[in-house]
């Protein structure tokens, strides 16, 4: 069993014991210095820089981030984050009021690269595994729409452009882009594909005529519209939850910017949504019985749902129900001390920075991944099922330890641990007082 000396350093407990006290006088007398200057005086940052290596780990984690960001851009399409966050820009444009006449311009060009990249890089994964029906890229021999033709197309009308909504019963399969990815994705089927497809092409369709666009619409054009499915999750229990429907009356209608069906009131009452945040409670104690993947899965639909910077989603859930693989992550981090052994299942939320170019949005792996995870835990409940989140502190031995343990790569950070499992009624919860809405409110 992978078991982890406590603290997750390798040395001898007599020599961890010995330093403890050491290291922690020296953090102390630190702090105390750091204390006493002022923040963004030049002494300030001197000692900082001199006494703190505190985000050296980020540092290391945002830099290995960027250059994979590069590396994946131009040759794989394996990184979605330039494709979904340009057509998340598009959408925008499509929406804005007054819509302009031509936008875009300085990225139309980008935006149609990480498309074809990216329609590519499905197509030769769905050939990969035998799928006859993918899409074959016209440099392959099979040209669709105005492929291989010189010049504008003839029509600025999107229909050749816009599949027909029909759907294509596949089995389900693995990934192949990500080993041990969970869920049941159609052969060749590609949510973030379509979307962005359907965006370029209402795009193309909307601006007025373009030299710029023009040149762009043809290579768009030249590749064929990409199988559509109902959803990623196609024949796994999560597939109702993660379809399109729900989002428009038509489950096949082409995903663009649409408006929201405002006649219905909304589906949950603030009464229902009060009462299961009040119920939500985090959970130390958890019944034996191993956690279906599957109920895991359903709430992962309703955190996939939430809201993330350019939408880019930059995370990943790395879930472990083997018992011994459980304790052994819980051990990992410090906050489960007591109860790590009664836990069926935990979720270690993983930031990952190849998803930006710069070091400017290195916080939003824990932003959009703290909101998942709150949607995540709210879904489980519903569910039937309890949870806890688990802080995740920044210190060097546990974080190798972790990275070891699972496999994170140089730009993966965990956000934090979640202990997942259905309650065991007999389990105290802690009372835990809010602060009044008052305390956290400051208008202006
Ligand atoms: C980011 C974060 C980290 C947390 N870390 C731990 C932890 O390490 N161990 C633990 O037992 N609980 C942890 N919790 C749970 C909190 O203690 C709990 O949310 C808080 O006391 C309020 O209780 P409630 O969740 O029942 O409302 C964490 C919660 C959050 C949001």
Redesign the pocket.
């Known amino acids: 069993m992978p078991r982890l000396p406590r603290g997750g350093g390798g040395a001898p407990a007599i020599l961890r014991r010995a330093v403890r006290p050491v290291r922690a006088g020296w953090d102390e007398a630190r702090r105390a210095l750091l204390a006493r200057v002022r923040p963004g005086s030049p002494a300030g940052r001197l000692l900082y820089r001199l006494l703190c290596e505190d985000f050296t780990r980020e540092q290391q984690a945002v830099l290995a981030g960027i250059r994979r960001y590069r590396d994946e851009v131009r040759t794989e399409a394996r990184n979605q984050a330039l494709l979904r966050r340009r057509i998340h820009m598009l959408e925008k444009g499509l929406a804005m009021r007054p819509r302009r006449a031509v936008f875009a311009l300085d990225y139309i060009a980008e935006t149609v690269d990480a498309y074809a990249l990216r329609h590519a890089h499905v197509a030769a994964e769905a050939r990969r595994r035998g799928d006859e029906t993918a899409p074959v890229p016209p440099a392959a021999g099979r040209a669709g729409g105005e492929a291989g033709s010189e010049g504008p197309p003839a029509s600025r009308a999107p229909a050749s452009h816009m599949p027909a909504p029909a759907t294509r019963a596949a089995p389900p399969h693995r990934a192949a882009t990500g080993g041990g990815r969970a869920g049941g994705e159609a052969a060749g089927v590609d949510d973030t594909l379509i979307w962005a497809h359907d965006v370029l092409a209402r795009t193309f369709a909307a601006c007025a005529p373009h030299p710029v666009f023009a040149q762009q619409e043809v290579r768009f054009a030249a590749l064929p519209p990409p199988p559509r499915g109902a959803g990623p999750h196609e024949g796994t229990p999560a597939a109702a939850d993660h379809s399109t429907a729900g989002r428009t009356r038509d489950a096949a209608a082409p995903r663009i910017p649409y408006a929201r069906d405002l006649a219905e009131p909304p589906p949950v009452a603030y009464a229902d949504l009060l009462a299961l945040a009040r119920r939500r ?2 959970v ?1 104690w958890f019944r034996p019985e191993p956690v279906p993947r599957a109920l895991f899965e359903r709430a992962l639909a309703v955190a996939a749902q939430s809201p993330s910077a350019c939408n880019r989603q930059p995370f990943v859930f790395r879930v472990f129900d083997d018992a011994a693989m459980v304790r052994a992550v819980a051990d990992t ?4 001390r007591g109860y790590a052994h009664n836990v069926p299942m935990i979720a270690v939320l993983v930031g990952q920075q190849r998803h930006f170019f710069d070091a400017r949005d290195r916080h939003l792996v824990y932003i959009d991944g703290a909101l998942a995870a709150m949607a995540l835990v709210l879904a489980l409940e519903t569910l039937g099922l309890a949870s ?4 995740w502190p920044d210190i060097e031995a546990r974080e190798a330890a972790l990275a070891a343990l699972i496999g994170l790569e140089a730009d993966e950070r965990p956000v ?1 641990l979640i202990a997942i499992g259905h309650p065991d009624p007999d389990g105290l ?2 009372f ?1 007082a809010k602060k009044a809405p008052g305390d956290l409110l400051r208008y202006g």
């Not at 981090?333 to 489960?336: P, R």
């Not at 806890?388 to 802080?391: E, G, S, T």
């Open positions: 409670r985090s130390r981090a410090m906050g489960t806890c989140l688990v802080n934090m919860v802690p835990s």
